[in-house]
């Protein structure tokens, strides 16, 4: 954002580049299913570019993906802990679908060139 609390103007070329790397993490997010370590590429990729989408309407997906990461992570672990209990099982079945609904909302909403956070000023 600029001092005047505008969003700052990018050139379309940065925002095509800018919108490809959310794509990529969405994918990222998506394979993590199958190869668990994506997920943190995912996250990592996120933190590193974060700077760069700051001012424009991705940054609203960026903060989508990592709130999907950390508690994804968060409910995991849990799921995880009190596997035991059987209650566990339950939590790692309804944080898996939690994240699926995730990825496919965030990519949906990205294909249509859309905020995830449209409501909030």
Do not use: C
């Not at 370590?37 to 996120?46: D, G, P, R």
């Not at 099982?89 to 956070?117: D, H």
């Amino acid at each position: 954002m600029s001092e005047q609390g505008e969003l700052e103007v990018q050139p379309q070329q940065d925002l095509r580049e800018l919108k490809t790397i959310t794509t990529i993490v969405y994918a990222l997010q998506a394979v993590s299913f199958f190869v668990g370590i994506t997920f943190i590429a995912a996250v990592i990729l996120n933190y590193v570019k974060k700077e760069d989408v700051q001012g424009t309407w991705l940054a609203s997906h960026f903060r989508w993906q990592i709130r999907t990461f950390w508690y994804g992570l968060m409910w995991g672990v849990l799921g995880v802990i009190t596997f035991v209990l059987v209650v566990g099982y339950f939590i790692l079945i309804t944080n898996a679908i939690w994240i699926v609904y995730r990825i496919i909302k965030g990519w949906l909403r990205l294909s249509e060139g859309k905020e995830m956070y449209p409501n909030q000023a």
